[in-house]
Every structure is written in C-alpha cells, then in structure tokens.
C-alpha cells in the first residue's frame, strides 16, 4: 500500500465516520432517540481502523466535540464548548476509541464485546456525581453514584442499541468494502 492509497483509505475513514456522526444530530429532533446514536461504535470503528492511532483519537474526538458544539447551539441558541461532565464524556469516550484498537481481528464476536464494553465504559464515568460541581443532581457519595447508575440505564440501554446498529453499519460496511476496493486494506491485508 503506498502512501497514495493510504491517504485515500483515511480520507474514506474520515468520511465515513463525519457522516455516521451527523445522524447524532437527530436527537434533537427525535427525543427518543437521546444516547441511541453513533458515537460509540464510531469511537471502535476508528480505534480498530485507523493504522495511526493518533488519527483515531483525533477525527473521533473531533466528530464528537463539532456535534456536541451543533446540538448545544440548537438547544441553548448559543456557542457552548464547555458544559459540567465534559471531562467524563472525553475520557469515556477515548478509552472507547482504545478499546477499538485492541480489535485486532474483525469479527461479530469481538466487535459485539467491544460495543457492550464500550457502554459500560460510558455508564460507569459519565455517571460520576463529582463530575457535576453545579447541577448537584445526586449527592458526591457512593450512594449518589449508585442512583446515579441506575437512574442512567434507560439511556444506556439506548446506547447499547446504537453501538450494535450502527456498529453492524460501520464495521459490515468497511469489511465489505475492502473486499471490493484493495486501496481500503492495509498493507498487512494485502500481503496475505
């Protein structure tokens, strides 16, 4: 694979991922489709495809901040890019683009794992009360963070359902992909 086509197959990543991103932006149109969006599976996609890591990291982040930075426009009419519990979702959803790196053979066992991993990832550091300093919504205690689990499994259960639809998108997509166009393998791919 020369450098050509591995620019061409990050372009084709890139895409895929800013595109599966903006269907996150329904959500303010659609209430009940609140956490039931592509950002987990995205965060797997990219960690498992992208040949640098770092570029992972970067383009999932990115596509998370520019669509956290649309819907706090259109729910508040201003320009947020800071909101409480930032920092949780960040983190959470870095170590989700981790996880996705460690898929080193894409196959329907290992990417449902990673989606239900990367969920409880999310539940367990979104959901810490110390990360909310002003809304105080649960007490900064054990058992704050207990209720605070538990009050969040309707919304994880929605993002386990976009992990597992938009991850049989995503990953059968690219899988499918590379089995037409030899410029989406990597070079390791490609020698066997």
């Known amino acids: 694979m020369n450098s050509k086509e591995n620019t061409t197959r ?26 039931f969006n592509p950002v987990g599976a995205i965060a797997l ?5 992208f040949t640098s890591k770092w570029k992972s990291y970067v383009t999932v982040l990115l596509a998370l901040f520019t669509t956290d930075v649309i819907l706090n426009y259109l729910y508040t009419s201003k320009i ?3 909101y409480e519990g930032i ?3 960040y983190v959470s959803f870095a170590l989700m683009v981790l996880l996705g790196t460690m898929i080193k053979k894409v196959r329907v066992v290992n990417v ?3 989606s239900l991993a990367s969920v409880l990832i999310h539940w367990l550091i979104t959901d ?9 919504l649960y007490p ?5 963070y207990g209720t605070s689990l538990v009050n969040a499994i309707p919304f994880e259960y929605n993002m386990i359902y976009g992990n597992l639809v938009f991850g049989v998108i995503l990953f059968g997509g690219f899988e499918l992909a590379k089995t037409r166009y030899t410029f989406l393998r990597t070079k390791k791919q490609l020698a066997l």
């Open 80 to 82: 947020t890019i800071w």
């Open 112 to 114: 449902l794992l990673a």
């Open 128 to 136: 810490l009360p110390w990360l909310y300093t002003t809304s105080n």
């Open 87 to 89: 920092m949780g979702v």
């Open 10 to 35: 990050n372009i084709v990543l890139i895409l895929t991922i800013v595109v599966v991103a903006a269907f996150r932006l329904l959500a303010y149109k659609y209430k009940d489709l609140s956490n």
């Open 45 to 49: 996609f990219g960690g498992a495809y």
């Open 140 to 144: 900064h205690t054990l058992a704050g």
